[in-house]
């Protein structure tokens, strides 16, 4: 049974940076894609960044700049390097990883449980 893990949340003032990691447990696992989403208290959950089994990246309209995805299929873990953090960017940020089960294509989506991200003035 796959486990996401997230971890790097924390508190941070404005301007300033913090680094979440992701870890998913489980050996010899092939990823169709990782993403980070966040949920802010009262908003829906939504997509802050994702990166697919190929390296190619998305990442939501308000956070281009200022945060990068990265991937260490070795750990099978994602980062998001978060920078130039704003108030607006609180929120709980949660690890999203699909998952390819079989030679068919079908694949499963695990979530973490999420780190709390909070941006001060």
């Known amino acids: 049974q796959v486990q996401v893990v997230e971890s790097g949340g924390g508190l941070v003032q404005a301007g300033g940076s913090l680094r979440l990691s992701c870890a998913a447990s489980?050996?010899?696992?092939?990823?169709?894609?990782m993403a980070w989403y966040r949920q802010a208290p009262g908003t829906q959950r939504e997509l802050v960044a994702g990166i697919t089994s190929g390296g190619s990246t998305n990442y939501a309209d308000s956070v281009k700049g200022r945060f990068t995805i990265s991937r260490d299929s070795a750990k099978n873990a994602v980062i998001l390097q978060m920078t130039s953090l704003k108030l607006e960017d609180t929120a709980v940020y949660y690890c999203?990883?699909?998952?390819?089960?079989?030679?068919?294509?079908?694949?499963?989506?695990?979530w973490g449980q999420g780190t709390q991200v909070t941006v001060s003035s």
């Open positions: 999203n990883a699909v998952i390819v089960l079989n030679i068919e294509g079908a694949t499963r989506s695990y």
């Open positions: 489980g050996s010899r696992l092939t990823f169709d894609r």
